[in-house]
């Protein structure tokens, strides 16, 4: 076993220290599963009770998820957790409890929602009052609705949530540019003419985002991120966790999140329904507004996904994400011919199908010059 260095034992007292100041200095401590983020978690059990100690050490590298800033690697903070659950209590989400915090020491109490995601109620096929996916859907969207009727009843006044303009996206995607592309690309002149046309085709397509109107987004809307949360009448509520990175931007965005998530395929027949439903809740927003305005923001998505998975694999040497490539594509093109047949013209131009797959790490960058990369 490895000995602790000198800065995990000292974050090792920090969190200790913090649980003291909880009452929760003699839980059984269990780490959670890491993802893509330097933020950890932790399950606390004492007697029947559980909580989750959220750790973001200061230390950490946060890139900043609202493209603000040229260099996006930013101190890292909880404050956007402290700032927004309150906002999401008031819109009527049910998420995560604050019971304590240290915004300093980066460390925070909140409420365990425990393990049952969307995504194991859906691998295990789970019924909940007599539904299955199609109910599980429906329940995510709902959510949307109530948001979005918070939203546009008020809600987004003095809520002090970054307000997303073609500028954000653009930083963004400056990602797949500069760590994805040229992965794909190896020759220099090519890629290039490739980003030029890139830039040219974001100056069209980035206002079309809004052209269904704003709201408040959650950011990273997906089944991982939805919970079946008992509520002590019998039933389940539909929670919802990592909620941090939330900002004003295009009323598609939170929809397109769930609906094109690379990684689970849904298939279009489920996405339209989902859509009709949705829209039915707002009858004053125009369909073909809202559906240019979907594709589109689903194209910024994607790209920006693949700029993630490009710097993952070239800073941080994980290249398991690699398998959803070839669907990140997909999604960018479905309904492009229609909608926006310029993005469809820069991907077959540019992009060749073969192309669109995982790929070939060392080959490619054997052929690219060093780069600071930032996802």
Sequence with gaps: MSRATPDQERRNFERQDFLVSCGWQNAQVSPLVDDASARKYFR???????????DFPPSAIHVDPHGIYDDPERPASVAPVLHTTPLFERAGWRVPHIQASDEKRGLVLIEDFGDITFTRALQAGAMMDGTGKDGLYLRAVEQLIILHRFCDGGGMQDSGLVQYGPDNFRKMLASFKNDYLPLIIDDEARRADAIAAFDRLLDDVLPMCWQAGEVIIHRDYHVDNLMLVENGDGGDDCGIIDFQDAAIATR????????????????????????????????????????TSYVATSMVRNFRILGR???????????????????????????????????????????????????????????????KAHP
């Design 44 to 54: 606390l059990e004492r007697r029947h009770d559980t909580a989750l100690l959220m």
């Design 252 to 291: 598609p965005y939170d929809l397109a999140s769930l609906m094109r998530d690379v990684r689970h395929d849904i298939g279009p027949d489920l996405e339209n329904r989902m859509k009709q439903f949705y829209l039915a809740a707002f009858p004053n927003v125009d369909h073909s507004d809202f559906e």
């Design 309 to 371: 998975f490009g710097w993952l694999a070239v800073k941080a040497g994980k290249t398991r994400y690699f398998d959803y490539i070839p669907r990140c594509w997909d999604l960018i093109l479905r309904g492009a011919g229609d909608h926006l047949p310029a993005l469809a013209d820069w991907v077959q131009t540019h992009i060749p199908e073969p192309a669109r797959k995982a790929p070939d790490l060392a080959t490619n960058l054997a052929t690219t010059p060093t780069r």
